[in-house]
């Protein structure tokens, strides 16, 4: 008889949800996929200034920040056909690119490792074999004995004030945990290193953007960064000099570090290629525009239908029909009013909370599709769309960490699994060296471009009378977003957003199939059903991102939560 398990709230993500699964003879044999907030943030759109929209939008997430922002210009300046200047899309992609290995290193180290990582294990490591091991996988500066040492100590001393901190509360000692304690050890200096270079490369975000999270530069028409390499203006080269020495921190740690350290633990848990793969059909969009139009891309992207790459159907530019014409959103089981699935300009927003019923409504989460059919969103996505796509540093970096796994698993990894949650992790991997890669070539370009004299940033948007409509999407961190105005006489009648986290942590379709979440962890093994850490593994490889997903609003405006800073 299968046992009914409710995980609520899932931990590490940004916002609430809730994953309910019947397990059985050790496995999981359905699950369920419930977003807990709502949101919101259409209605509060309604009537604006489309010129304001990405103020707002970025407000949906405290890390989803940039990427909603752009997304929001981009959809309007689609609705427009508005060319945006060679200099605002350099500047752009810096932004976006650095904060793409941001979060990256992010959702590995401190938001999934402790899923595979157990931490108090590397009390018993010997360091020096730890260093050796480290030092055997690749040439870190930083894989001493003495760092090792060091941060083993720091440990102790963790355990012994019987305060774990970031640490506590964790699976310890799980049966599923399979990492030998210099293992254990390795990851957790990586661990505390990574804090100190995600917050590097967030600081390129910060000079470029104004600020961070919630950047200040974007305008419909490109960016507002007065440009010039000669004057005291705010984008001068000694702060493009600055940025280019971010850069340059970043190359090593994501290359020799964060590639090595997934591909290890792959090889590590080569059995989990075997589980996690769910829906098979992929989307991604390309990326990194190199022209006003938007129409050459340093990333490519596209739809890849039952994970057959050789059916790769490639997404063009910002403004190609295959994309606009075949995204839509069902509510059937989502908890709204009516069982549509409509366009995204099409749309209504109107809640209708029904409590939690699995055969009916049970999640505030929408169930996107595309050409009828659920998809995952992601770096998978996209890095399998990039290998369709004969991308050669996407190639490059794959091949890389399946090497590295394969030498620790003592057996060659195909690449068929990547469909996995193992993959879903290699190939964040894989993305953020790619980005690393892009960083240096658009700094360049942007330089290049300034020193002949070009120091255009912005296109000046007018709007006509009547309607227009214009989506917007970028390759995010999590995956394809992608932002959907109708704009009336100038102002916003209709906006929609369609989130990575809506496509992956989408309830049932308006067809019954399974959403993503869903549908990877059926078949999953189940040691222990009260302490669900295969589920964890699993939901935690999409990088969940709830708060952007859904949102939580109240019509009357009086305050949800208040938060006291101690």
């Not at 929209?53 to 989803?64: E, S």
Request: hydrophobic fraction near 40%.
């Amino acid at each position: 008889m299968a046992q009914r398990i409710t995980v609520d709230p899932i931990t590490r993500i940004e916002g609430h949800l809730r994953i309910d699964c019947e397990v059985e003879n050790g496995s999981i044999t359905n699950a369920w996929s419930s977003g807990q907030m709502w949101r919101g943030i259409e209605l509060i759109l309604q009537g604006r200034d489309p010129r304001e929209a990405w103020l707002y939008t970025q407000r949906i997430c405290g890390v989803c920040t940039t990427v909603h922002a752009l997304a929001s210009v981009r959809a309007v300046e689609n609705a427009l056909e508005l060319e945006i200047p060679i200099n605002a899309q350099y500047i752009r992609n810096l932004i976006v690119a650095a904060h793409g290995v941001f979060d990256h290193i992010v959702h590995f180290y401190q938001l999934s490792a402790l899923d595979w990582v157990d931490i108090v294990s590397g009390l018993k490591a010997d360091p020096n074999q730890a260093a050796k091991l480290a030092q055997s996988l690749s040439g870190w500066h930083r894989n001493s004995a003495q760092e090792f040492k060091s941060v083993q100590d720091k440990l102790k001393n963790f355990v012994s004030s019987g305060q774990l901190g970031v640490f506590g509360s964790g699976y310890w000692g799980h049966p599923a945990m399979k990492l030998s304690p210099e293992v254990n050890l390795m990851a957790t200096v990586h661990y505390l290193q990574a804090l100190e270079y995600q917050r590097t490369i967030n600081k390129v975000v910060a000079v470029l953007g104004s600020k961070t999270p919630h950047i200040q530069n974007l305008a419909v028409g490109g960016v507002s960064n007065p440009a010039d390499i000669n004057s005291p203006a705010p984008l001068t080269m000694e702060r493009l000099n600055y940025v280019k020495s971010l850069i340059d921190q970043i190359q090593n740690f994501v290359k020799q570090v964060y590639l090595v350290d997934v591909g290890a633990v792959g090889g590590f848990y080569a059995n989990w290629t075997q589980y996690g793969a769910g829906v098979t059909n992929y989307l991604s969009v390309p990326d990194l525009p190199t022209d006003p139009k938007g129409e050459e891309f340093m990333m490519p992207g596209g739809y890849i239908p039952g994970g057959d790459l050789g059916s790769f159907q490639e997404i063009k530019s910002f403004q190609d029909p295959l994309f606009e014409d075949n995204v839509k959103e069902a509510i059937n089981h989502s908890w709204y009013e009516g069982d549509w699935n409509k366009r995204p300009y099409e749309e209504e927003t109107k809640p209708n909370y029904t409590d939690f019923d699995e055969n009916g409504k049970y999640s505030w989460v929408k169930a996107p599709n595309f050409k009828g059919e659920p998809a995952q969103v992601g770096p998978l996505a996209q890095v399998l769309a990039a290998y369709a796509a004969g991308h050669k540093p996407t190639k490059k970096y794959l091949q890389a960490a399946l090497d590295v796994a394969g030498n620790i698993a003592g057996m060659q990894i195909p690449l068929s699994a990547l469909h996995s949650t193992i993959g879903r992790h290699a190939a964040r991997a894989v993305r953020a060296a790619v980005l690393t890669d892009t960083l240096p070539t658009l700094w360049q370009d942007l330089v290049e471009n300034l020193g002949k004299g070009d120091t255009q940033t912005f296109n000046p948007p007018s709007f006509p009378k009547g309607e227009i409509r214009g989506f917007g999407f970028h390759e995010a961190p999590r995956g394809v977003l992608s932002h959907w105005v109708v704009i009336e006489d100038g102002a916003i009648r209709n906006y929609q957003c369609v989130v990575p986290s809506t496509w992956n942590a989408a309830p049932r379709s308006h067809k019954d199939k399974k959403g993503p979440y869903e549908a990877s962890l059926v078949g999953n093994p189940m040691a222990e059903p009260d302490k669900p850490l295969e589920v964890l593994r699993t939901v935690h490889s999409f990088d969940p991102c709830l708060a952007c997903a859904i949102h939580m609003h109240d019509e009357h405006r009086r305050d949800l939560v208040q938060v006291k800073a101690l």
